[in-house]
């Protein structure tokens, strides 16, 4: 089962920053959009932030201002910067990629992110 590589996570006050990596192996490739996703205890996953080939960025509402995703396409890699970090902001964070082959979605291992209040 080929999957992405995560790092990055971690414990952390609250107000404080982390940032996560994220790597697709080179046996995925064409990919178009790269992104994070996380979950929370009883919550569902949801979408945190994503970026596409062509730099085209989005977030969730909550996350605006605070996260920022980059990504480096020579590298299949891409980035988490998350500041002011917030206790709700506590998850698993998955990495998502989509790309070939076969055509579907490639997710990381997901990485723990705790932020004490």
């Known amino acids: 089962q080929v999957q992405l590589v995560e790092s990055g996570g971690g414990l952390v006050q609250a107000g404080g920053s982390l940032r996560l990596s994220c790597a697709a192996p080179g046996t995925i490739f064409s990919i178009n959009a790269m992104g994070w996703y996380r979950q929370a205890p009883g919550k569902k996953r949801e979408l945190v932030a994503r970026?596409?080939?062509?730099?085209?960025?989005n977030y969730v509402d909550s996350v605006k201002g605070r996260f920022t995703i980059s990504r480096d396409n020579a590298k299949n890699t891409v980035y988490l910067q998350m500041i002011s970090l917030k206790a709700e902001d506590t998850a698993v964070y998955y990495c998502n990629a989509d790309g070939c082959c076969p055509p579907r979605d490639y997710w990381g291992q997901g990485t723990q992110v705790t932020v004490s209040s």
């Open positions: 970026i596409f080939s062509g730099g085209r960025t």
